[in-house]
């Protein structure tokens, strides 16, 4: 490979597991996985949202804890409406302008991405 930034940062990632970009922030797919992200399109279009919300809980049992966050976005969407995502999405924008440490910048912008996948779903757009 090259010697570029760019390079460097595609070798470290496909070694170590991350999805970081230059600048050290995370990219665009950070904490999203691919099988409750197409839940969570099926979820935003459903008229059953609790059973939809059921499936994420089974599937998502062994998955990391950004699965989890899956869940609780359904279940805050179900309590106060479909208009939760962008509300939500718009806090932690704001949240990240702030001053925070690296390890909450990361912690919000995945947040962000999971809602990204909901969003696309309600929305037609696929990103934030």
Same mark, same amino acid.
Request: aromatic share 6%.
């Given at each position: 490979?090259?010697?570029?930034?760019?390079?460097?940062? @595609?070798?470290?990632?496909?070694?170590?597991?991350?999805?970081?970009?230059?600048?050290?922030?995370?990219?665009?797919?950070?904490?999203?996985?691919?099988?409750?992200?197409?839940?969570?399109?099926?979820?935003?279009?459903?008229?059953?949202?609790?059973?939809?919300?059921?499936? #994420?809980? #089974?599937?998502?049992?062994?998955?990391?804890?950004?699965?989890?966050?899956?869940?609780?976005?359904?279940?805050?969407?179900?309590?106060?409406?479909?208009?939760?995502?962008?509300?939500?999405?718009?806090?932690?924008?704001?949240?990240?302008?702030?001053?925070?440490?690296?390890? @909450? @910048?990361?912690?919000?912008?995945?947040?962000?991405?999971?809602? /990204?996948?909901?969003?696309?779903?309600?929305? /037609?757009?696929?990103?934030?």
């Amino acid at each position: 490979g090259g010697r570029g930034e760019e390079d460097f940062i @595609k070798y470290l990632n496909a070694k170590c597991g991350l999805t970081r970009v230059a600048g050290g922030g995370l990219s665009s797919d950070a904490g999203r996985i691919e099988a409750l992200d197409a839940l969570a399109v099926k979820f935003m279009g459903a008229d059953d949202k609790a059973a939809d919300m059921e499936e #994420t809980v #089974t599937a998502s049992a062994d998955m990391a804890k950004e699965a989890q966050y899956y869940h609780k976005v359904m279940k805050k969407v179900i309590e106060k409406g479909d208009d939760f995502i962008n509300t939500e999405t718009s806090r932690l924008s704001r949240m990240l302008e702030g001053s925070l440490s690296d390890e @909450k @910048k990361d912690q919000f912008t995945v947040r962000k991405n999971i809602l /990204g996948a909901f969003a696309s779903s309600s929305d /037609g757009h696929t990103e934030l």
